[in-house]
């Protein structure tokens, strides 16, 4: 009997393990799919309404939201530890001052993440690698401010077994990605962040796809104007998908979260920013999100 009992707890945790696999495995299918009409949804600092912005606990409820994406902002400890913090100081975020760098990581994790009132809970700030094994198996994650990190970054994905599920980006040009990180390029899943108030926008774009072909490419735009959003279909038949950041107006022309929940106009947001070719949603809500996609069929 209890032999039986041992078998039965092994079955169950193998599945346990292979229905995960599997889910990732579903999100990299459609993230290296530039044409699947399913849209991603990319958790902005995890769920941090109702957890401290970057804490375990705020990508742990995202994850059980149903996000494809979790992003995290890097930062590096004294002692070479990379954390996950977003501002360059961590004086908002917890009740400690300074900057990460001024702290190993025993001194960093003695201070406590705020929540949304400012009120210091008993969340501390996690590590890429504790992120990466939450996340293993499960979400695809976002590696924001990660430029001067790249290898750094790579050793945990690769420690952890998660480098498939990382997407690396900057807003640096191609020629220093090359240049800084010529080992490591071709190995990883890359994303070109690309403003495209700048004129030179379609430039940027047709030089990464020319030599990288990334993943995606981040569209960042104040004005709505930009050519590239009404004339992408060359971007996607190249095999890049579109990153739009609903979060606020300056980063996707207006058409943003507070448009659709605030005043209540998803057509003029969200809608209007799938239509012009977001297939992956960085969003602040991302359970409102995830509810309209779903009914809309555009996310399962």
Known sequence: MKQYMRFSILLVCQFCAYSSMSQVEAMLKRLHNANDKHILVAAHRGDWRNAPENSLQAYKLAMEMGVDVIEVDLKMTKDSVLVIMHDQTIDRTTDGRGKPSDYTLAQLQQFHLRDGLRVPTKHTIPTLEEV????????????????????????????????????????????????????????????????????????????????????????????DSSSVLTDNASIKQAGSKLWINSLWPRLCGGHDDNLAIDEGNIKDS????????????QTDRPLQLLKWLREKKLHK
């Open 132 to 223: 990466m094994l939450l996340a293993k198996g499960k979400v695809l994650v976002n590696l924001d401010h990660s430029f001067p990190f790249y290898n750094e970054a790579y050793k945990v994905l690769q420690k952890t077994g998660t480098l498939k599920q990382a997407i690396f980006k900057t807003e640096e040009p191609y020629s220093a990605v090359r240049s800084k990180y010529p080992t490591i390029i071709d190995s990883i899943t890359f994303m070109a962040i690309v403003d495209l108030d700048s004129p030179n926008a379609r430039q940027i774009i047709d030089e990464y796809q020319k030599a990288l072909k990334p993943v995606a490419f981040e569209l960042v735009f104040s004005k």
């Open 270 to 281: 969200w809608e209007w920013l799938i239509e012009h070719g977001a297939t992956i949603i």
